[in-house]
């Protein structure tokens, strides 16, 4: 048992051990119309874990994100956030963006995005400590003025990263936000998330098909397939494909 | 050139037309309206045809009309690979109706003229104030749903996933750009608006690395072309809006050879 698997157990006013969770999902339904993508999913995610969700194409990963982001209603079933006296806040980094290279948008400009809440246009001071703590966090600093369309491929993930920062969740959703980076930069950029889980207390849900990835960062997974889910630590996770690094 | 009112009357309205190109100009460009936006203007002119045939001042009917359709186009949208052939649709069933309300309406070919390529001479003192009421309206609308706007039209899927209210920024921005269509007109006609609101923006981003520098260079652009269009359209009695078309293309044509230089 890891670190933070002991941090998230508790003993509760009765003594019995319970383990703290960030997320309940119980008898979990998603369909789109007539067509069922996800049937009966149980799941907890336990709070301050590094969890993955890995399975082909197709098994329903990006729907449960969707639902989970509050897109997509349950059919049947509940998804339930919890955080003792805490709001669940969620930081969600998606696959696609379309930002077009040739807009005249700095790195520090894209972040503050997410900061637009706000009546009026220009950053107010404690908006702007908010916009430095994120870039700092995200080690975007030097390059912050930087036109995102000339920014290489691992600094605009962390540029992505740092604008789901920005709003300190506490709930950190990639989805497959390595799959277009070499190999070099997605153990850059997944070393950076789990020193940000770390120091921030941050839970982290990260959706990828790279299981040599997924052993190597994540404490507990969540296996789908068309037909059933597992779920577990990392350690017990087995693959019956065998020779496979991807799911 | 100043002692005279219709020239007055042209350099404020031209300004503050200009102003809201440039800033509006910046989120069509943005948001690849380019297109819309050319649409509008027919739009515009089937609005102010109707307004001749009703009797009414041409600026109300290209308001009807222009914010009408950009609510039809936005519904009929929401998909965007629908948007090009609904825009089409749009388009020319409003130009049929503008060909239709201009025969009803027995005016000869000059009125015509006038609301496809402007007629700067004929703002009064009154459609001068109310380019400036409508110039500030729209200004004040960008100014309050500036950062939503900023974030759906520069990072689309950002702004959903974050929960930014995309159909109601969309919605909101369609009829900012249906207003702005309208007052532009007065000057650069109905036929050329898309000139001033895309052009100074498009060249704007090739210069510059930050959103509120490409909007006060887009400003800066439209602000020249039109004051250059006026002042040269005063020199030689030639159209002001083929001026400020040939200046913002002008314009355009050295940012591209900037950019493929940089």
Redesign the interface.
Known sequence: MDDKTVSAIKTNSTGDVTINKILTIKHLTLAYGDKRVIQDLNFDLTKGSFTVILGENGVGKTTLIRAL?GQLKPQTGTIEFENEQQTVKLG?V?Q?????E?????IR??VA?????????WLKRQERGRVDWAIKQTNLTQIE???LGQASGGEKQRA?LA?ALI?RPNLLILDESTASLDVGMKYELLELVRRLQAEQTLSVLFVTHDLPLAKQFADHFLLMEHDHYQTGKIEDLKITKAGEGHV | MFSFDFMRHAFVAGTFIAIICGVIGVFVIARSMSFLTHTLSEIGFAGAAFGVFAGWPAINGMLLFTIISSMIVGQMSVKEERRESAITAVSALFIGLGILFLSLSNQNASSATSILFGSVIGISQSEVWQIVGLSIVVLLVILVSYRSLKFDSFDSVGARVNGVKVNLVSIIFLVVLALSVSVAAQIVGSLLIFILLTLPAASAKYFVHSVAKMMTLSIGFAILGTWCGLYLGYLTNWPVSFFIASIEVLIYCVALLYARKA
């Open positions: 982001l969600y998606p696609f963006r379309n930002v077009d040739e807009y005249p948008l700095t400009e894209f995005l997410n900061l637009y809440h706000g009546l009026t246009p003025n930087r036109p992505y604008q709003e």
